[in-house]
Antibody
């Protein structure tokens, strides 16, 4: 079955960067996309972007375009999300989610357990 | 960006009774060339990630009980839980994937009366 295991919680200072990993198993990594979403406490999920597991192409939300980098390592079946210039309001749980492509769009069908990123001085 | 608005914000229903959640998009998410609505429903239990229940507005994912039913088209959608069970206590989100950024509703919290 599909299994996405994310790296552990992080505490970062404002202005720093964070890199979260997501190791996939149970499916062929390079024929799916991998989304990254985040969810601040008590808020709705927010889509950040995705990476194509095969060719590494990316698509980002304009909101995060200047600060986020999503990459993947096919040999390790792992995707990464790096967010730079962290602000207090970036405190959230960050999720990876497998992207299933159908009819020209990418649906998030299986999610990782989440990684809490806390921005604190 | 497409804005997704759910109603109500919270819902208290007796065990075995029906729960109905509404979702409205700020523009149509119906793609006319294939007649598909680019709308999904997620269930999120406390401390867990969201789980995809329904895609294309009305197609249940594998393993999702048939008491969950999605309906609607264009800009107005509904998730119905026909007979609420204790394990259905959760927050439910609608999401559009018609255009990027993909966006979610604010969520509807379902509790047992």
């Amino acid at each position: 079955q599909v299994h996405l295991v994310q790296s552990g919680a992080e505490v970062k200072k404002p202005g720093a960067s964070v890199k979260v990993s997501c190791k996939a198993s149970g499916y062929t990594f390079n024929i799916y996309e991998m989304h990254w979403m985040r969810q601040a406490p008590g808020q709705r999920p927010e889509w950040m972007g995705w990476v194509n597991g095969g060719n590494g192409n990316t698509k980002y939300s304009q909101k995060f375009q200047d600060r986020v980098t999503i990459t993947r390592d096919t040999s390790a079946s792992t995707a990464y999300m790096e967010l730079s210039s962290l602000r207090y309001e970036d405190t959230a749980v960050y999720y990876c989610a497998r992207g299933r492509t159908a009819f020209g769009v990418v649906i998030a069908d299986h999610w990782g357990q989440g990684t809490l990123v806390t921005v604190s001085s | 960006d497409i804005v997704m608005t759910q109603s109500p914000d919270s819902l208290t229903v007796s065990l075995g009774e029906r729960a109905t959640i509404n979702c409205k998009s700020s523009q149509s998410v119906l793609y006319r060339s294939n007649n598909k609505n680019y709308l999904g429903w997620y269930q999120q239990k406390p401390g867990q990630p969201p789980k995809l229940l329904i895609s294309w507005a009305s197609t249940r994912e594998s393993g999702v009980p048939d008491r969950f039913r999605g309906s609607g088209s264009g800009t107005d959608f509904t998730l119905t839980i026909s007979s609420l069970q204790a394990e259905d206590v959760a927050v439910y989100y609608c999401q559009q994937y018609y255009s990027t950024p993909q966006t979610f509703g604010q969520g509807t919290k379902v509790e047992i009366k």
